[in-house]
């Protein structure tokens, strides 16, 4: 079954530190995947994406998300936190070979990052 | 402008109630979606439409239902509302994911739906 998982409710780092948000996937094909970030009171906001190509995958706001296909992982991370980085932040997939129109959600990772 | 508006924001009614949450885009997209969020559940996806004759439902459908009625407008309605249908809701849009297309959902800014 097509599923995403993000195993930490919440993430804190402190400012200037690297951070890492996880997320693990399982799809029957090729994944297309991508990350989200919400701000309170706001929809969501598209951050990345991998379709194909360099594992390594550059999106706004500095973030970056590497995809391993062995490890069934797409994790987010940015190298230096920013306070204004924290927000509610969900991995998603679509799955190419199952219900390509469908987006499959993780329950969203709440990150914390302290001044 | 937004390319996805949602109407109302903000929206409180009574058990019993019928309303109606309105999606639409300018993004010219086949693809539109209604999704509830519960905090720490995620988004789950109530009904999704591929065009105006194509609607299907999504894994909480129950006591929802919706209606597309243009390429560019698709509504949710709760017939007869109950208040653990409260939740943020969100309609989000995207292309059929072909070559050349972006791939990626695009959302409104959502509807806080109260119950009382």
């Known amino acids: 079954a097509q599923s995403v998982a993000q195993p930490e409710d919440q993430v804190n780092v402190a400012e200037g530190n690297p951070l890492t948000v996880k997320c693990t996937y399982s799809?029957?094909?090729?994944?297309?995947l991508f990350w989200y970030v919400q701000y309170p009171n706001r929809g969501l906001q598209f951050l990345l994406k991998?379709?194909?190509?360099?594992?390594l995958v550059k999106g706004s706001y500095g973030f970056e998300a590497e995809f391993n296909k062995s490890q069934t992982s797409f994790h987010l991370k940015k190298p230096s936190a920013l306070v204004s980085d924290s927000a509610l932040y969900f991995c998603?997939?679509?799955?190419?070979?199952?219900?390509?129109?469908?987006?499959?959600f993780g329950s969203g990772t709440k990150l914390n990052v302290k001044p | 402008d937004a390319d996805v508006t949602q109407t109302p924001r903000n929206r409180i009614t009574k058990t019993g109630k019928r309303i109606m949450l309105e999606c639409s885009q300018t993004?010219?997209?086949?693809?539109m979606y209604w999704y509830r969020q519960d905090p720490g559940l995620g988004l789950r996806l109530i009904y999704y439409?591929?065009?105006?004759?194509?609607?299907n439902k999504g894994e909480i459908s129950d006591g929802y239902s919706v209606s597309r009625q243009a390429q560019a407008k698709f509504s949710l309605s709760l017939e007869s509302a109950i208040p653990n249908q409260t939740a943020l809701y969100f309609c989000?849009?995207?292309?059929?994911?072909?070559?050349?297309?972006?791939?990626?959902?695009?959302f409104g800014p959502g509807t806080r739906l109260t119950v009382t």
């Open positions: 989000a849009t995207s292309d059929p994911g072909t070559s050349g297309s972006s791939y990626e959902q695009y």
């Open positions: 799809v029957s094909g090729n994944p297309y």
């Open positions: 991998y379709i194909t190509g360099d594992n």
């Open positions: 998603a997939v679509r799955d190419p070979l199952y219900n390509f129109n469908k987006f499959y």
């Open positions: 993004k010219g997209h086949d693809r």
């Open positions: 439409s591929f065009d105006v004759k194509d609607i």
